[in-house]
């Protein structure tokens, strides 16, 4: 019986984390890590923590999410172009705020690896990345 909840928890996070790595796997140069993921204290929504690293030049594909993201630049410097805004470049110690739904785009325009904390208040139970054509 033991045996069996260990491996249905198992499956669950491999089957959680798969569904980012197919996201990540359309974005040469960028790699993710999933540090937390939790309920919140209002029903149906949820909080996601990734690290996202970026390869000089890396670029993400255009995509938006269920819900609000706060990046946080970690290291280096990075791009990033919300639908209908100038573009803005952030570095190590800066944060932007992305609203709901709201298609955007991130790169590396530095030299050397760029990092960001990619913090999501979003809709529980929907793909955290929806690319946007």
Do not use: C
Request: net charge negative; aromatic share 4%.
């Amino acid at each position: 019986m033991k045996t069996t909840r260990i491996m249905a928890a198992a499956l669950l996070i491999v089957g959680g984390g798969w569904t980012l790595n197919v996201a990540e796997a359309q974005q040469p140069g960028i790699h993710r890590t999933d540090l937390l993921k939790d309920d919140l204290g209002t029903p149906g929504r949820e909080v996601v923590q990734v690290r996202v690293d970026f390869e000089p030049g890396a670029i993400s594909i255009k995509h938006s999410h269920p819900g609000e993201e706060v990046a946080y630049v970690l290291e280096g410097s990075l791009e990033y172009q919300l639908e209908g805004r100038a573009p803005v470049t952030l570095h190590a110690g800066e944060a932007l705020f992305i609203p709901d739904g709201v298609a955007h785009v991130a790169k590396n325009v530095g030299s050397s690896k760029a990092s960001e904390l990619a913090t999501y208040i979003v809709n529980k139970g929907k793909p955290l990345v929806v690319p946007v054509k």
